[in-house]
């Protein structure tokens, strides 16, 4: 990291600009199942210094870290209560930069653009150095999509990125965690410098205090027989290796973090009595009432933030160019191309050629044939297939990008920096579903409806185009009309299967992710709840569009 460089003074002025808080905790209590980890009075970290965080696998310190950083939500499986105050006032999501063990970049982006997300979502809007100046500062190449970067440089850009988003706290997630003893020592020399040069409170949870050790102005750890954090004095940092082997918890460990997604429901065994599997139906009911209405309310939610509420216009249109790409990108055309070709011509060629007693009937009612073959076609076989082909193959795609998002911790860096994820990805998720669900229906028909005639002229070559033309559209078309009869039918439909696909892609992406099967799971819900809700919104249209008679 080039600290001497003239170049920089402005960016250092600008980081030494921001006075360093100091952290006070008061009254934790963190628990997770019914296990109590944490039942903390008070603690407090000092402003502008390093403060170490050690303790053994299991004791809680990366949900400690989530509690700091406002990242850790209530659940069935994990609760928390206390005060953390970042200053003088209760912390809020967003006021602690985190270094996430996984780094957490955009990888979509290249390392420029992960720096100027964080600068251009900053609170204080004068001049942090531009972005390229970060990056030569921490020596990462600014054009190279992060993915290609090595892991060292990996590691800086998370650094420069949340150091550059003018944070008075820093937090660290395990900084050294799967680094060799010489790439450890590394990013300990980076983590030392960065803080002796901007000045902000660092707090590094680790396990690794071989290496981290060295760099720390206080160090505390995690007393898991007592469920306490305590600060050690420095004579007793040599004790250190000694508390970690013979911490309880080693040879216990409680369920980790990515085990509390399988936690929250009951399994009823062999002795289940038939009271508790009563107590446990009657539970089950109450908690499906619940859930609904909840689902409910977060589809009726889901149309505010349909208002853009960007804090940066600039990045509200760069993710809305990547959920449009995912929908309406080429391949999806020519997805939905392939599927109106086989809808029209099914839908002709079958219903000629196995007419029942074709050669009296053919004759008799071939123009109201291709009349319902066309009002078919446009108003129920296309807008049902096409929906269920968008939700099955768009949807699936952006479900598994949004999982990969939050697998990765791109979801939670997002938080960090102050954004609301909902603002920018379900804003353009479900706008993109509004814009491309029709678009690529209506395109399907298109295709459809030159294959219905392909076949039709193959199997009749004796009747020409204008003849199929004029029976097919025959029950469409409106005198003096631009659209066709039933277009703004249609249009509703597609408007709300596009919605509420647009809501289940966005919803079960953006759900918890342990692991690369819950990324799978999370795709095959989305796939089995959007076709679902998409057969009720025609249901329901139907009943309404084509009432029954009296």
């Known amino acids: 990291m080039k600290s001497n460089d003239s170049d920089f003074t402005s960016t250092e002025r600008a980081a030494r600009s921001i006075e360093p808080l100091p952290i006070e905790v008061r009254q934790l209590r963190l628990q997770v199942q019914e296990k109590t980890l944490i039942e903390q009075q008070e603690l407090h970290f000092r402003p502008g210094k390093i403060n170490l965080l050690l303790g053994p696998s299991g004791a809680g310190k990366s949900l400690f870290l989530k509690i700091l950083a406002g990242l850790l939500e209530q659940s069935t499986a994990v609760s928390w209560g206390g ?19 996984s780094f957490a970049l955009f990888d ?16 204080q809007k004068w001049s942090h150095g531009s972005a390229t100046q970060w990056l030569e500062m921490f020596g990462v190449p600014g054009k190279t999509r992060t993915t290609l970067l090595s892991g060292g440089q990996r590691q800086r850009l998370a650094i420069a990125r949340t150091m550059a988003s003018d944070r008075p706290v820093v937090l660290f997630d395990e900084p050294t965690s799967g680094l060799d003893h010489a790439n450890a020592q590394r990013v300990a020399t980076w983590i030392r410098q960065s803080q002796q040069q901007f000045g902000q409170t660092s707090v590094i949870v680790t396990h690794d205090f071989e290496n981290l050790l060295g760099i720390a102005d206080h160090v505390y750890f995690f007393d898991v027989a007592d469920k306490q954090i305590i600060e050690l004095p420095r004579e007793q940092w040599g004790t250190i290796a000694q508390r970690l082997e013979q911490s309880p918890i080693l040879q216990k460990e409680p369920a980790k973090l990515g085990d509390l997604g399988s936690l929250s429901g ?22 499906f009432l619940d859930t609904t209405t909840w689902f409910v309310v977060e589809i009726l939610r889901s149309l505010w ?3 853009p509420m960007w804090k940066s216009g600039l990045w509200g249109w760069r993710f809305h160019r990547q959920s449009l790409g995912l929908v309406i990108g080429p391949a999806n055309w020519f997805y939905m191309g392939i599927a109106g070709v086989i809808i029209g011509w099914i839908a002709t060629h079958f219903t000629f050629r196995f007419l029942p007693f074709r050669n009296y009937t ?10 319902a073959i066309g009002f078919a076609t446009y108003r129920i076989l296309v807008p049902i297939i096409g ?55 209506f395109f399907a028909f298109f295709v459809a409806q030159t294959a219905s005639q392909i076949s039709f002229n193959f199997t009749h070559p004796d009747h020409g185009y204008s003849m199929w033309r004029q029976y097919y559209f025959n029950r ?15 249009l509703a439909k597609l408007i709300c299967c596009g919605w509420v696909v647009g809501f289940f892609s966005y919803y079960f992406g953006s759900q918890d ?18 076709t679902i809700a998409i057969l009720v919104v025609h249901l329901i249209f139907a009943f309404w569009e084509f009432p029954l008679p009296r």
Not at 108 to 123: C, G, P, Q, T, V
Not at 271 to 287: D, H, I, M, R, Y
């Open 362 to 371: 053919e004759p008799l009612i071939i123009e109201n044939l291709l009349s």
């Open 108 to 123: 979509e982006f290249s390392a420029e653009k992960n720096i100027r997300f964080a600068l251009d979502h900053r609170r």
């Open 83 to 101: 005060e953390i105050l970042i200053g003088d006032r209760p912390a809020r999501v967003g006021d602690a930069g985190v270094v996430f063990q």
């Open 513 to 530: 992710k342990f692991s690369q099967r819950d990324v799978s799971q999370a795709v095959t819900r989305t796939i089995l709840w959007s």
């Open 476 to 490: 469409l078309e409106l005198p003096d009309g631009w659209f066709f009869d039933g277009t703004w039918w249609t």
């Open 305 to 307: 933030y349909l208002i």
């Open 387 to 441: 929906t269920i082909l968008v939700a099955a193959h768009c949807g699936a795609a952006v479900t598994a990008e949004l999982g990969g998002k939050k697998l990765s911790g791109q979801l939670d860096a997002m938080r960090s920096f102050g954004v609301s994820p909902r603002r920018y990805l379900q804003h353009s998720v479900v706008w993109s579903f509004l814009l491309g669900m029709p678009t690529l229906v």
């Open 266 to 287: 009951s399994v009823i065994g062999n002795g289940a009595t038939p009271e508790s599997l009563g107590a446990k139906l009657g539970s089950a009911v109450v908690n």
